[in-house]
């Protein structure tokens, strides 16, 4: 990393006596952001295949990380030199429990791509079928293995030495690193992400995903159909589709929960059918259902132009920290949606509003949930496929009308038998729990004769602190009251030592009152009003 420009964090650990002088740079200040994103870039990608991955979950974090390294580590190159065929057919065969040529009629020695956890082979089955040989890395498991302790030390590094490290939750994103690799190891999972989307999007005739074939898959190899197509270039007018494939995704995180969440140009291949494809279901999202209900209403407020319900509806999906503060959050989101206000809604990138107003929580302290990060880049993206498909196609425009079947559905869902039921369990075993918990609070109360009540203040110094200046400016006021009454008094009254005629006591006070008076209405005037 320091190679690359990044010595100070070195530095900020208290490190920087291990960093050759030739590798340190300029301080981060007077490098630009487009210049640093780059070269994190290479340094993730020259670290090897965790790293990379560590860049692709980042790039899904607009709340973490500004917005031009969003925009390179999106560029990251998942692509390292593929290892020898011959280990392929060795774990395939050890996999599928029998040699190639049973289980293939042809299988191609030279890999279609090599990634950072697996490699891709053509192939034919016994059928004619053509079809795509994924193979896990031998040492993917254990690399991964070895890598995540190193990250997630470090993590906590930063964490203990570094402001910032606390405020980003390194070792949160460590967590999640791990939980996605573990699921990408597991080709058992992409298989049933494959089924289930397939099963999902049966109402949608051009949408689909890859045929896959359980015979053929295990935990390390899965085999599924070959798909021929292109990427969606922009030079086409296929509007029926484009609106298809909005539906589809509308369906997938309103109703399902379960979507693809990578939907970048590589991976949306249109055939000369006409059909559309979306391949490499590695990562997916899911949605509860509170989550899917949010984002439903964050849309409707979108067509509304509603800043202040879309605030609203953010904080409930996120987590607000101690410090935030709903009201300037209301206030910045309103802001940003007048921003948009001007603007076409048929220009608008919905994603892209998204992606702001959860940099803008989390500059105000309010964190949200990875899978809705998940969401907010996906929506990006899908957007920027329907143009694709289709110049002039209207994110909103087009799913307005299918909003309310979905709100129907949602609320539908909310109000289920089953849900009732769950509802009325739920309430019953807690009027049948009341009476025992009022027991054993008035129990306590009996046997200690008191109740403590625990309270913690939030910020309640920095609010009294002008009633303070206040307070302090009174008592000086009546200091200064008595001092100049009581020094009148002693003046009067001719006892003690005189000076000039005048009691000397007397006189020292009058001249102390006078200066308090004058401190007095300096620091009056000097406060702000």
Do not use: C
Not at 492 to 514: M, N
């Amino acid at each position: 990393m320091a190679r690359y420009g990044f010595a100070d964090l070195a530095e900020e650990l208290g490190y920087e006596g291990l960093i050759p002088r030739s590798w340190r740079r300029p301080r981060p200040e007077a490098e630009p952001d487009e210049v640093r994103a780059l070269n994190l870039r290479l340094a993730l990608q020259e670290l090897g295949p965790t790293y990379i991955k560590l860049g692709q979950v980042l790039s899904t974090r607009p709340d973490l990380l500004p917005a031009p390294y969003i925009k390179e580590l999106e560029n990251l190159q998942d692509r390292i030199p593929p290892f020898p065929a011959e280990q392929a057919k060795a774990i395939v065969e050890a996999e599928l429990g029998a040699p190639i040529s049973e289980r293939f009629l042809v299988f191609y020695d030279t890999p279609l791509a090599s990634a950072s956890l697996s490699q891709a082979h053509e192939a034919i089955l016994p059928d004619g079928a053509q079809v795509i040989v994924k193979v896990q890395r031998p040492d993917a498991a254990e690399r991964v293995k070895r890598d995540i302790p190193v990250l997630r030390r470090l993590a906590e590094l930063f964490e203990d030495r570094t402001d910032w490290g606390k405020l980003y939750d390194l070792t949160g994103v460590v967590n999640e690193l791990e939980r996605n690799l573990h699921l990408e190891l597991d080709f058992q999972r992409e298989r049933y992400n494959l089924e289930t989307m397939a099963n999902n999007l049966s109402e949608f005739p051009h949408i689909k995903v890859p045929k896959v074939y359980p015979g053929h898959s295990s935990k390390r190899v899965i085999v599924m159909e070959r798909v021929f197509g292109q990427k969606p270039n922009g030079s086409l007018h296929e509007s029926e589709l484009a609106t298809e494939f909005l539906r589809s995704f509308l369906k997938q995180f309103a109703e399902d929960g379960f979507f693809h969440a990578d939907p970048h140009p590589g991976n949306v291949l249109l055939t000369p059918d006409g059909d559309l494809y979306l391949i490499d279901l590695g990562m997916v999202g899911y949605l509860d259902s509170r989550t899917r209900r949010g984002v439903t209403k964050f849309l409707l407020a979108m067509m509304g132009r509603r800043g202040d319900t879309a605030a609203e509806v953010l904080v409930e999906l996120g987590d607000p920290l101690r410090d935030f503060q709903l009201n300037v959050y209301r206030l910045e989101i309103g802001r940003l949606v007048a921003t948009f206000h001007s603007t076409p809604l048929s220009e608008l990138n919905v994603g892209e509003v998204m992606t702001e107003a959860v940099r803008i929580g989390f500059k105000s302290h309010l964190r949200f949930q990875s899978q809705l990060m998940l969401l907010v880049k996906a929506l990006t993206q899908i957007d920027g496929i329907a143009r694709a498909l289709d110049p002039d196609a209207d994110f909103l425009d087009i799913l307005r009308p299918y909003l309310p079947s979905v709100v129907a559905n949602q609320v539908g869902e909310l109000v289920s038998p089953m849900n009732l039921m769950n509802s009325g369990i739920e309430a019953t075993e807690a009027a049948l729990d009341l009476p025992r918990k009022a027991s054993i609070l008035l129990d306590k109360i009996n046997a200690d004769n008191r109740i403590r009540i625990q309270f913690e203040h939030i910020s309640l110094a920095e609010a009294f602190q002008p009633f303070s200046k206040w307070v302090n400016r009174l008592v000086l006021g009546i200091v200064f009251a008595a001092l100049s009454i009581s020094s009148a008094m002693i003046i009067s009254s001719g006892a003690g030592p005189l000076w000039l005629g005048y009691p000397l006591l007397g006189v020292l006070g009058f001249l102390s009152s006078v200066l308090l008076g004058l401190f007095l209405v300096v620091t009056i005037l000097r406060s702000k009003p």
